[in-house]
């Protein structure tokens, strides 16, 4: 029982969770790319497009996902299984960091791959996700499936494998577009064989540093089983979603708010 003036630590990752996940919140971030759109497999295809190259400004991001969405004449899922060697010629020259044309022009094959073949995105990881508590098996057979086409190795760190201990933070914030669903319209719950429960929490060097202040975190380093930690102790809160708390310890993080103990 906590006694009088004690920190209610979730209820202030409850507040807080609730106060950055809102409409104002999609604006300024990634997923405000996938919101572009409303056919499931568009979603799915810019989402993941977006969520693989967020990593550094995010002005700079948005410009550069919202360039291959203008490419992909704003239908990426007819353009990921229509498109001709000539429709693709202007890929060859993206860059963003250190994803190049060589690795664009790979994922858009990859992609057409696992539609065609696979039945697309949601089939692969919700194949591994049945009955499976630590969503590393699922993003690592997603990967190994998504590099069964030839390519080159460098293209491989754009998509990390927990299973060799990577955060995977990309991956893990693409699955919580996909899979958790409220009324607060931030993420889209499109994807129904995945429950919300079974989701990692994304860590990224804000919400690590967070969770190490609350004491939510204590391994030092921000790889898999860091998520793990933390998404185990997000599950004392709630056990049916962990990953919501992620608006507040990214939003807390970025925004360097302090709460009043």
Known sequence: MKTKGEFD???????????????????????????????????EISGFLAATIAWGQRPVILKNAAKLMQWMDYSPHQFVLQHTPKDTKQFE?????????????????ALRHIYKKHGGMENIFSDKF??????????????????????????????ADPQANSSAKRICMFLRWMVRKDSCG??????????PSQL??????????????????????????????????????????????????????????KPSM
Request: aromatic share 14%.
């Open 9 to 43: 630590l979730k209820k202030f990752l409850d507040e807080e969770s609730a106060f950055y996940n809102n409409p104002g919140f999609i604006e300024n971030d990634p997923v405000s790319i996938p919101h572009l759109f409303s056919k499931k497999e568009d979603v």
């Open 93 to 109: 020259k993206f860059v963003h960091r250190t994803f190049n044309g060589n690795d664009c022009m790979y994922f858009l094959s």
């Open 130 to 159: 049945t009955g499976v508590s630590d969503p590393a098996k699922a993003i690592s057979h997603f990967r190994k499936i998504f590099f069964e086409l030839k390519h080159e190795s460098r293209s491989e760190k754009h998509v």
């Open 186 to 195: 931030v993420d889209f719950g499109i994807w129904k064989k995945i429950k």
């Open 200 to 257: 990692a929490c994304p860590l990224d060097l804000h919400s690590a540093r967070i969770a190490r202040a609350f004491g939510l975190l204590s391994r030092t380093q921000n790889d898999w089983k860091a998520v793990m930690e933390l998404t185990n102790r997000l599950k004392e809160f709630d056990p049916m979603d962990p990953a919501r708390y992620d608006f507040a310890l990214f939003g807390i993080g970025v925004n360097e708010k």
